[in-house]
């Protein structure tokens, strides 16, 4: 089983946690900071966050170098969503998490986002996305070619294309 980072929940100003895509059940679970931390100390296999430290206290810190996480929506009321890094440079409110890329010659990526949608999209529309300014976490674009990060499931069959919106 593999959980996939997809938004951090505020209660006014205090972080009450972060919601994850679970790739068993294929929903959306709910964990605190403290229960990430334990899972993560554990080796359980959650993508989007790393330990780190700061001020010699454990701190979670988005995984950038492993898993492309470079930014996280954060739910801060009901159907309001802001940047966790407000400087970053998109105008787009929408992050996409890639969690499954299918086929052999026509690439489908299965992504996920913090309205709990799942979508896919064909490789041509992903990195549009990602030249547009989307923050994407799952893959990174390197000369013009998508490079799948650790913990995206390959799944190798001739699924036809289903392009998301």
């Given at each position: 089983?593999?959980?996939?980072?997809?938004?951090?929940?505020?209660?006014?100003?205090?972080?009450?946690?972060?919601?994850?895509?679970?790739?068993?059940?294929?929903?959306?679970?709910?964990?605190?900071?403290?229960?990430v931390?334990?899972?993560?100390?554990?080796?359980?296999?959650?993508?989007?966050f790393?330990l780190?430290?700061?001020?010699?206290?454990?701190?979670?810190?988005?995984?950038?170098?492993?898993f492309?996480?470079?930014?996280?929506?954060l739910?801060?009321?009901?159907?309001?969503?802001?940047?966790?890094?407000?400087?970053?440079?998109?105008?787009?409110?929408m992050?996409?998490?890639v969690?499954a890329?299918?086929?052999?010659?026509?690439?489908?990526?299965?992504?996920?986002?913090?309205?709990h949608?799942?979508?896919?999209?064909?490789?041509?529309?992903?990195?549009?996305?990602?030249?547009?300014?989307v923050?994407?976490?799952?893959?990174?674009?390197?000369?013009?070619?998508?490079v799948?990060?650790?913990?995206?499931e390959?799944?190798?069959?001739?699924?036809?294309?289903?392009?998301?919106?």
């Open positions: 089983m593999c959980m996939y980072l997809s938004n951090g929940n505020f209660l006014g100003q205090r972080l009450i946690g972060y919601d994850f895509y679970d790739s068993k059940s294929k929903g959306f679970i709910g964990l605190t900071e403290k229960q931390m334990t899972k993560l100390k554990n080796n359980e296999k959650i993508y989007g790393v780190g430290e700061e001020d010699g206290k454990e701190v979670l810190k988005l995984d950038v170098q492993g492309n996480m470079s930014n996280l929506q739910k801060t009321g009901v159907n309001n969503l802001s940047w966790l890094n407000e400087d970053s440079g998109s105008d787009m409110n992050e996409l998490i969690v890329v299918s086929g052999d010659k026509k690439k489908v990526y299965e992504t996920v986002n913090a309205r949608a799942r979508v896919e999209y064909s490789e041509d529309k992903l990195k549009m996305m990602m030249e547009l300014g923050p994407v976490a799952g893959v990174r674009l390197e000369k013009n070619k998508l799948i990060c650790e913990g995206v390959g799944i190798g069959n001739e699924e036809e294309v289903k392009e998301g919106a």
